[in-house]
């Protein structure tokens, strides 16, 4: 893409001042996330001082690490997988791609094999390759080719294959104060606001299971009524309206008793060696017009998975999601996240570490307040102009167990914006 003028000097003077002694903060942690991608960088000369050194890659990129969505470890470095990290609106992913790009030598084009000798120069080259702001348009050729611009400058912050990085940048390299990266691709305010303690249930029959209350035209659905306000401001309340697209059973009458509202959350059950995809709807109250939103940031909750203990039978839990623009997960979580080529799904699951012990974490009580342990296994879906969704949510033993024990259950609790918002703008 033909760059305006003054950004293309911009960019190269913001790589040019990536040297050891300056700072800049590439975390995108809890209140850090205030500035949006790509336009971050034109307010770099108002921005004050952040403490993170540039010679620590960890210092440079331990924010944006905990909370990325779609990572870049070793995919190959096409135009396809460049979108790919590119719609996942992550920081750390894309610095990652970009230093991929840069440092892999792999026999072929267009891998360059430089060395990169500021650990800055990636993240400082992703901030022009996100999701919103001045990088939303640029392309995988970009990329590559600014890349190359920057190895002939002379206070570049790379060294091409054979050559040694310098020892020091000339003194005339400018500088540039610290600046906040865009945020982990979500909004507090922006984000819809779902509350299942206003919310009712004036349908109940998700698959035809009951327990009801039933629909008068025989849908067999769950109906979260008035469970969110949207409009600007947020004052028309809309339904969730939930169906399962593939077989969903559960063995037991009163085993979809279950299926409810729990405080300040949505559950449904599933039996253990079974998956079921639902395709979750929002709609004008009580009825099955769908209504869009320009953000939905919607968690799901304890996706554990535990050890076989005392003779019950345990399994992993895990969702399954696509078509979100982005998802919040801590640093340290338990789950285990295999993600699908473009435009396919991502998968969720819950594993048990050595360090976890039998791996049973507490049910939540509350949204907004969870424990270390309850964080690690929930994740943030971030959705965008949104009016319909599908999650499979399944649950894998850890061994065959017999055909009484599969009809044992486990809880998928769900909400919108939760504790993990945390990690998301304003």
């Not at 040297?19 to 995108?28: F, K, L, Q, V």
């Not at 430089?114 to 702001?133: M, N, R, S």
């Not at 709609?283 to 050890?307: A, H, Q, R």
């Amino acid at each position: 893409m033909a760059y305006p003028m003054h950004a293309s000097v911009l960019f190269a003077s913001f790589l040019l001042s990536l040297a050891a002694d300056d700072t800049i903060d590439m975390s995108c942690a809890r209140t850090d996330c205030a500035a949006a991608n790509g336009t971050a960088l034109l307010q770099l000369n108002r921005g004050t001082r952040i403490e993170t050194n540039l010679d620590d890659e960890n210092e440079v990129v331990k924010g944006s690490r905990k909370h990325c969505g779609l990572r870049a470890a070793n995919v190959p470095l096409t135009s396809k997988e460049y979108q790919l990290v590119k719609e996942g609106c992550c920081l750390y992913g894309m610095a990652d791609f970009v230093r991929q790009v840069t440092e892999t030598v792999r026999g072929e084009e267009p891998y360059m094999g430089y060395k990169i000798c500021f650990p800055g120069f990636a993240p400082g080259v992703a901030l022009w390759h996100g999701c919103e702001g001045d990088g939303k348009d640029s392309t995988f050729q970009d990329l590559l080719e600014q890349i190359v611009r920057h190895a002939d400058d002379p206070c570049t912050a790379i060294a091409k294959p054979g050559q040694a990085c310098p020892a020091a940048r000339p003194p005339n390299c400018k500088q540039y104060p610290g600046t906040k990266p865009k945020n982990c691709g979500c909004s507090q305010s922006k984000s819809v606001p779902l509350d299942f303690t206003k919310a009712s249930l004036p349908v109940n029959d998700l698959a035809g299971l009951g327990p009801g209350p039933f629909a008068s035209d025989g849908s067999k659905v769950m109906r979260f009524a008035k469970v969110g306000k949207y409009g600007t401001p947020p004052t028309l309340d809309f339904d969730i309206v939930v169906e399962a697209q593939t077989p969903y059973t559960l063995g037991s009458p009163t085993k979809s008793q279950r299926n409810t509202i729990k405080g300040e959350f949505g559950k449904i059950t599933m039996t253990y060696n079974q998956e079921a995809t639902f395709t979750f709807t929002l709609t004008e109250p009580n009825t099955y017009d769908p209504i869009e939103v320009k953000e939905l940031s919607f968690t799901v909750f304890d996706i554990d998975g535990t050890l076989d203990v005392d003779t019950k039978p345990d399994g992993h839990q895990y969702i399954q999601a696509s078509d979100f623009s982005g998802y919040v997960v801590e640093d340290d979580t338990r789950l285990a996240v295999t993600n699908g080529p473009l435009g396919q799904t991502v998968k969720f699951e819950g594993k048990v570490r050595p360090e976890d012990g039998d791996g049973r974490v507490p049910n939540p009580d509350a949204v907004n307040t969870l424990s270390n342990e309850q964080r690690k296994v929930a994740v943030m879906l971030i959705y965008k102009n949104v009016s319909t969704f599908d999650l499979t949510f399944g649950v894998s033993p850890l061994q065959v167990v017999s055909a009484d024990q599969e009809l044992q259950v486990r809880d998928f609790y769900f909400a919108g914006m939760s504790a993990l918002g945390d990690h998301c703008g304003p």
